[in-house]
Nanobody, 116 residues
Framework: QVQLVESGGGLVQPGGSLRLSCAAS????????MSWYRQAPGKERELVAR????????NFADSVKGRFTISRDNAKNTVYLQMNSLKPEDTAVYYC?????????WGQGTQVTVSS
């Protein structure tokens, strides 16, 4: 049974930091590209960051470049999203995604709220 379980969300003040984690099971984690997406109320889900299987390549949405980093630990079947200098517009539900064409999996999401 495939599972992607996100954790680490919460309420943070503008300028603060959070680290999201996504623990994977039920598939060969090291063979999948891993991504974080987010969806704000009334908006479409958007790609935030992606990391390739061995972690050798990453890419980020323009809106988070220089503030967010993505990393993975294939030994722990976990992908991370370090979010610094958070802004109110980063408020969203953050989803973990695993992809290896034609297969892809989604987590249930974790809420991140940036507010004073």
């Amino acid at each position: 049974q495939v599972q992607l379980v996100e954790s680490g969300g919460g309420l943070v003040q503008p300028g603060g930091s959070l680290r999201l984690s996504c623990a994977a099971s039920g598939f060969t984690f090291s063979s999948y590209d891993m991504s974080w997406y987010r969806q704000a109320p009334g908006k479409e889900r958007e790609l935030v960051a992606r990391i390739t299987t061995a972690g050798s390549s990453t890419n980020f949405a323009d809106s988070v470049k220089g503030r967010f980093t993505i990393s993975r630990d294939n030994a722990k079947n976990t992908v991370y999203l370090q979010m610094n200098s958070l802004k109110p517009e980063d408020t969203a539900v953050y989803y973990c995604n695993a992809a290896r064409w034609p297969m892809y999996y989604w987590g249930q999401g974790t809420q991140v709220t940036v507010s004073s």
